[in-house]
């Protein structure tokens, strides 16, 4: 059976649309901060505000289980953007408190992106990752 013209083209475009449409909304971030808690120690995370392009404030919270804060060895940030197969700079990370860290984060293009925070305290690695639109 052959679809008239008017009606393919109708398809086409709407096939179009919804293939470029983002995934959400550009700077909107349904899930900009999150935590995890690996039993021995407890990582939270989250933007301050909606994210920008660049001067995005990260602010990184580690507490053993009691609720203690905890001083990392190691804090570190990395960017991903999955659906182009690229990274971008990793931040900087800067002590602010026993147990609170920030960075300054910049996206380098609009798009969903994976930041990955990596904290080591006592010879272990604990992984909390964030999905982020980036405006």
Do not use: K
Request: glycine content about 10%.
């Amino acid at each position: 059976m052959r679809l008239p013209a008017r009606l393919a083209n109708v398809l086409l475009s709407v096939l179009l649309a919804c293939a470029c449409s983002p995934e959400s909304e550009p700077g909107t971030s349904p899930d900009a901060g999150g935590d995890i808690a690996s039993g021995r120690v407890r990582l939270e995370a989250g933007f301050e505000g909606t994210p920008q392009p660049r001067g995005n404030m990260l602010r990184i919270h580690v507490t053993d289980t009691a609720g203690t804060p905890v001083e990392a060895t190691r804090v570190s940030v990395s960017l991903w953007m999955p659906r182009h197969g690229h990274g971008a700079p990793a931040p900087a990370v800067t002590r602010e408190a026993r147990g609170d860290y920030l960075a300054t984060v910049d996206f380098t293009m609009p798009g969903t992106w994976t930041v990955t925070i990596q904290v080591d305290t006592e010879g272990r690695s604990d992984t909390l990752e964030l999905s982020v639109e980036a405006p």
